[in-house]
């Protein structure tokens, strides 16, 4: 066990990687081992894009409201919200 704070003295020097193509990269073995990624974690739930493309349509059709029936700015409100809300799903998505 390593003590807090220090680095394990084994494999902690730089190795060139191998098919590097002639690069300087050098990268370090800390000798702990790191799980692979699961797929499940790359991918977004199918319910995302959905959402995203919902608030887009929200959005867009409460600003267009504002402008067509309504002389209070609520519907903007509403329909900037609901905009932001579908960027910030946008951002999620994978």
């Given at each position: 066990?390593?003590?807090?704070?220090?680095?394990?003295?084994?494999?902690?020097?730089?190795?060139?990687?191998?098919?590097?193509?002639?690069?300087?990269a050098?990268?370090?073995?800390?000798?702990?081992?790191?799980?692979?990624?699961?797929?499940?974690?790359?991918?977004?739930?199918?319910w995302?894009?959905?959402?995203?493309?919902?608030?887009?349509?929200?959005?867009?059709?409460?600003?267009?409201?504002?402008?067509?029936?309504?002389?209070?700015?609520?519907?903007?409100?509403?329909?900037m919200?609901?905009?932001?809300?579908?960027?910030?799903?946008?951002?999620?998505?994978?």
């Open positions: 066990m390593t003590a807090p704070g220090t680095r394990p003295s084994t494999g902690s020097k730089p190795t060139a990687k191998a098919g590097s193509g002639g690069d300087d050098a990268r370090y073995d800390s000798g702990r081992y790191t799980a692979p990624t699961s797929k499940a974690m790359l991918e977004s739930p199918p995302v894009p959905i959402l995203m493309l919902a608030l887009f349509g929200v959005g867009a059709i409460a600003i267009m409201a504002r402008y067509l029936w309504w002389d209070s700015n609520i519907p903007m409100v509403v329909g919200a609901c905009l932001l809300g579908g960027l910030f799903t946008a951002t999620r998505w994978r």
